[in-house]
């Protein structure tokens, strides 16, 4: 079984291709050219596998909450080729990818994806299971959102930590991991596909897989002011 994997709903890139039981992946943070990088680095991680794209089993991507271009590209390079493969396709929430890095926490876990507009795409969790809705929540709000759970500790990941900085210390009781629990690893998504694959859990539509928006991109919203 080989699954091609991807995430680009951040200002990251990272790209797997898990091939039975090995494991190739690529990653690059504080990245800007995902349009320009994302196929070459699946065909150099192909190469150093010793297979081609054209063997590919699966396709697996990162649907969002996080960048409306990052997400368009990752999502309609990956339908792209699910056609033109005629592989199945996965997708999963980009909040649930993040939260898994701090699955082994003992307490609740706060994954945070910088929304940009002073804002932040987040939700919460126990024990792996999410506790919340996903929300688009401007971040001096972020205090009172987690009123109600301050009596656990609250662990928060993810680069939109560095974003608002004041706002996330001002919440009680709360530890920001390590910078290397803020990215998004395509290998989990690479395994939360095989584990569907396994389960015969159906694989998405190609055609109307779309990004998952928690709010309207500036180009909706000015489109419908201009109408």
Known sequence: ???????????????????????????????YRHNETLLPAAEELCRKAGCSIKEINALAVAAGPGSFTGLRIGIMTFKSLAYALDVPLYSCNSLDLLAQNARHVCGLVMPVIDAKKKSVYTALYRQGSLISS??????????????????????ILGYAAD??????????????????????RSYNIALSALADIS?????????????????????????RIEV
């Open 1 to 31: 079984m080989i699954i091609l994997a991807s995430d680009t709903s951040t200002i990251s890139l990272s790209v797997c291709l898990l091939k039975d039981d090995a494991v190739f992946e690529f990653y690059a943070a504080d990245f």
């Open 134 to 155: 996903y929300l688009d929540l401007p971040a001096c709000e972020l205090k009172k959102f987690c009123t109600g759970y301050t009596d656990e500790k609250i662990f």
């Open 163 to 184: 974003s608002y900085p004041e706002e996330f210390r001002e919440i009680p009781n709360t530890v920001i991991m390590e910078k290397p629990f803020w990215n998004i």
């Open 199 to 223: 389960a015969g859990k159906p694989a998405a539509d190609p055609f109307n897989l779309k990004p998952y928006y928690l709010r309207r991109s500036e180009a909706e919203i000015n489109f």
